[in-house]
């Protein structure tokens, strides 16, 4: 079955730091491009980054660029994402998703989400 | 960035009808030279993963019921539900892949009547 299964979802103070992964399994990881997306109350789901498939291109979203890390273990099927000088802005239910093979980016696989939270 | 803006915010259906989401992109997200109109809908239940029901405009996900259908072209989207099931109950989203950065509507909230 194919599976995204998030963790590191948590309660962080402004400034902090906090990394969320998202663990593959049933398909070939390394062969996916890999995104963050973060839903707002009340704003819906915000675009955050994406990863290459080896790690070695990647972008992310203004508000985040300079403070959050993507990044990626193709020997052990995990996406990461590493944030850094937290803001309350930040806070929200981040999804892991998989990026399908297709010409534009549609995201086919899902995981469950990380809750994050801002707060001192 | 590409506005998405989805109507209605929520609406209640009674099981077996219709409904109906509209989603209106502020920029034309249609690909004249690939014939193919960069949008998507996603399903989401609370405490579940999305779920990609239609790429495409109109294509749908391996596996997604007939009764979901999307259509539009352009900068106007419509994605129904022909028969409204118990299970459909979930917020609804579409989703522009046309331009970077790929930006989402705010979602369509679909209850039983």
């Known amino acids: 079955e194919v599976q995204l299964v998030q963790s590191g979802g948590d309660l962080v103070q402004p400034g902090g730091s906090l990394r969320l992964s998202c663990a593959a399994s049933g398909f070939t990881f390394s062969a996916y491009w890999m995104h963050w997306v973060r839903q707002v109350p009340g704003k819906g789901l915000v675009w955050v980054s994406y990863?290459?498939?080896?790690?070695?291109?990647?972008r992310y979203a203004d508000s985040v660029k300079g403070r959050f890390t993507i990044s990626r273990d193709n020997v052990k099927n995990i996406l990461y994402l590493q944030m850094n000088s937290v803001r309350a802005e930040d806070a929200g239910l981040y999804f892991c998703a998989r990026d399908a093979p297709d010409d534009g980016t549609i995201f086919d696989c899902w995981g469950q989400g990380a809750l994050v939270t801002v707060s001192s | 960035d590409i506005v998405m803006t989805q109507s209605p915010d929520s609406l209640a259906v009674s099981l077996g009808e219709r409904a109906t989401i509209n989603c209106k992109s502020s920029q034309n997200i249609l690909s004249s030279s690939k014939n193919k109109n960069y949008l998507n809908w996603y399903q989401h239940k609370p405490g579940q993963p999305l779920k990609l029901l239609i790429y495409g405009a109109s294509t749908r996900q391996s596996g997604v019921p007939d009764r979901f259908s999307g259509s539009g072209s352009g900068t106007d989207f419509t994605l129904t539900i022909s028969s409204l099931q118990a299970e459909d109950v979930a917020v609804y989203y579409c989703h522009q892949d046309y331009i970077t950065p790929i930006t989402f509507g705010g979602g369509t909230k679909v209850e039983i009547k």
């Open positions: 990863i290459s498939t080896d790690g070695g291109g990647s």
